[in-house]
């Protein structure tokens, strides 16, 4: 399932990853007119016809000795989504502990367990809530669709510019870091990076 999913993301399928993109984005854009019942009711309706057509078509042409009598979606039929006793334990396993270090990292930030780290999550909730003026959480989610669908093949053609490019961000973060903690610190020098302190001689 994860590799059908990446070959999605990447476009290995121009016309699968078309036809789901399209449907993703054509459905949230129907959210800003219409209640999610609505919505999923109508796909749901339109699925169903169509795969109802589909299945009469395809009866059809065996009754009249033109096809082999295959189910149309025997593939779709066929795919396995079950999970072993085993690998629901381990699923579960993952998503308690996936939620206990969200609400543990949640409940630091929150109650100033590192001072520093609180700050960064005060100065993102307050861009937040600008972004919040600008557009609602819709928007949000069909900007989000669009970019899984365009920055991981941008990335992929452009790797080495965007990963020099990344390294400089990063660079610059970790100086902005140094700078902040040192002042936490008492502002004093950076430390000596040469071994015991000790100063090259100037010729």
């Not at 079950?82 to 543990?104: C, H, N, P, R, W």
């Not at 630091?108 to 600008?134: D, H, I, P, Q």
């Not at 902040?180 to 008492?186: D, T």
């Amino acid at each position: 399932m994860a590799s059908k999913v990446m070959d999605l993301v990447y476009w290995k399928d121009t016309e699968r990853t078309g036809m789901v993109l399209t449907g993703l984005v054509v459905g949230l854009l129907s959210l800003f007119q219409l209640s999610i019942i609505t919505v999923v009711s109508t796909v749901s309706l339109a699925v169903m016809c169509f795969t109802m057509s589909v299945r009469i078509y395809y009866q059809l042409l065996y009754i009249l000795s033109w096809g082999d009598g295959e189910h149309p979606f025997k593939s779709y039929l066929d795919l396995d989504i079950s999970f072993s006793g085993e690998q629901a334990d381990l699923y579960m396993q993952k998503a308690i502990v996936m939620t206990l270090s969200a609400v543990d990292t949640l409940k630091r930030l929150l109650f100033v367990g590192n001072l520093f780290e609180s700050l960064k999550f005060l100065a993102l909730m307050y861009f937040v809530t600008y972004l919040g003026e600008l557009c609602n959480g819709l928007t949000l989610l069909i900007i989000s669709v669009i970019a899984l669908f365009s920055l991981p093949l941008f990335y992929r053609q452009r790797q080495e510019q965007m990963e020099g490019f990344v390294a400089k961000i990063q660079a610059r973060i970790d100086n902005i870091k140094d700078i902040f903690r040192r002042l936490a610190q008492g502002g004093g020098p950076p430390p000596d990076p040469t071994p015991g302190g000790a100063k090259p001689k100037v010729q």
